[in-house]
């Protein structure tokens, strides 16, 4: 079974402070993703990563930025936290298929609040 | 700018009735199709995904596909309970290597016993 975990199912911190939210996924998945999950928003693609240590902007990069040194691990860093960086955040993991059949699997979520 | 629509819902079935859940997709190259299942509170699990015009059945569930119309619906039969949950429809367009996913806002179904 695929698993992908998150640092932390619950995090509070305040505005200003600089957060790290990492993933790890151990089945070997070439592409990670986050994404941050508002009701009535939907699920908004933040950052991607296809390969160690290459990035692609998803949607909504503003104020965050990832870092993928190692294969199995991503991770969300917000710069400077802002009330409205509050939300679920997800990470997923997803097979590189020529036959595009590209699943992503979902760690269990970390919700953050930032006062 | 490519989209993925669904009713928000919610979609209210009373047990052991059939729920019918829908999505269009704007891009004709898309080529995959899939469905995911989210309780409250917690993270998006598969359900199915389908790549192929026409039906996909497993178990109670059965994906049908139509590229022609861009549309896809996932049928839950003998809907439980349990099957109250908010289901997200994704695509994968086009055929780069990157795996990205567009995902539709979700239905809320709601199964009444």
């Known amino acids: 079974d695929v698993k992908v975990t998150q640092s932390s199912r619950y995090l509070v911190k305040r505005t200003g402070e600089k957060v790290f939210l990492e993933c790890v996924q151990d089945?070997?998945?070439?592409?990670m993703f986050w994404y941050r999950q508002d009701p009535g928003l939907g699920l908004r693609l933040i950052y991607f990563?296809?390969?160690?240590?290459?990035?692609e902007k998803g949607d909504i990069p503003e104020g965050y930025s990832v870092s993928r040194e190692k294969k199995e691990r991503f991770s969300l860093i917000l710069e400077s936290a802002s009330t409205n960086q509050t939300s679920m955040y997800l990470c997923?993991?997803?097979?590189?298929?020529?036959?595009?059949?590209?699943?992503?699997?979902f760690g269990p979520g970390t919700r953050l609040l930032v006062l | 700018q490519k989209e993925v629509e669904q009713n928000s819902g919610p979609l209210s079935v009373p047990e052991g009735a059939i729920a019918s859940l829908n999505c269009t997709y704007s891009d004709r190259g898309s080529q995959s199709f899939f469905w995911y299942r989210q309780y409250s509170g917690k993270s998006p699990e598969l359900i199915m995904f389908?790549?192929?015009?026409g039906d996909k059945e497993d178990g109670r569930f059965t994906a049908q596909l139509n590229k022609a119309s861009q549309y896809v619906s996932l049928l839950i039969r003998d809907s439980q309970p349990s099957d109250s949950a908010t289901y997200l429809c994704a695509v994968k367009y086009g055929s780069s290597n990157t795996g990205k996913l567009i995902f539709g806002q979700g239905t809320t179904l709601q199964v009444k016993p």
């Open positions: 089945m070997d998945h070439e592409n």
């Open positions: 990563s296809y390969d160690v240590k290459m990035k």
């Open positions: 389908i790549y192929s015009n």
């Open positions: 997923a993991s997803s097979r590189r298929s020529s036959g595009g059949l590209e699943t992503q699997y």
